[in-house]
């Protein structure tokens, strides 16, 4: 199939051959694992994502507005979600002495001993999902879905308002 050659829908209305439903099922089926493996932890699905994006922030300045922006939450999302890490005493809100409007976050110890063992954890199912790939077949399967992506982040028109 060339570059300029698009695919024809699935025979039959078939959707299991969408490759869009087949990434999203393997989306769901990696989301079930990774709850099961960070609930010993104290955490949900919706924690661990901010959790980890702290402790790889960890010697950089990491603030709420900045945490936010790569998790892709708005600001009162983010702020309840925060609320709860707190709450857990796994991570603290710190206000800039130079900058009173600017929040930095930081881990507790708690919070810090959980995040570190979380990219072993994610490390372990990608492994799994990966098993019997070689290294080209994982470079060349990276490298396929950063095509997707490209081509679904400039050829598909924004919502209203983006």
């Known amino acids: 199939m060339n570059s300029q050659t698009v695919a024809s829908p699935p025979a039959h ?3 299991e051959q969408s490759i869009g439903y087949q990434m999203r099922r393997i989306v ?3 989301g079930s694992e990774v709850d ?3 609930e010993p932890l104290g955490l949900t699905d919706a924690q661990w994502r901010p959790l980890l994006r702290i402790f790889l922030a960890s010697g950089q ?3 709420v507005a900045a945490l ?3 998790c ?3 600001a009162g999302g983010m702020t309840r979600l925060l609320d709860r890490l707190e709450a857990k005493g796994l991570c603290r809100r710190e206000r800039s002495q130079e900058d009173r409007r600017v929040v930095h976050l930081a881990l507790t110890e708690e919070g810090h001993a959980a995040a570190a063992q979380l ?3 994610l490390l372990d199912l990608q492994n799994t999902a990966l098993h019997g790939f070689s290294e080209a077949d994982t470079a060349a399967f990276r490298s396929y879905l950063a095509r997707i992506y490209e081509n679904v ?3 598909l028109t924004p919502p209203d308002g983006a």
């Open 28 to 30: 769901s089926l990696m």
């Open 119 to 121: 990219p072993a954890l």
């Open 13 to 15: 209305g078939l959707i």
């Open 72 to 74: 892709q939450l708005d």
């Open 153 to 155: 982040t400039t050829r």
């Open 36 to 38: 099961r493996r960070v």
């Open 61 to 63: 300045e990491s603030t």
């Open 68 to 70: 936010a922006r790569v």
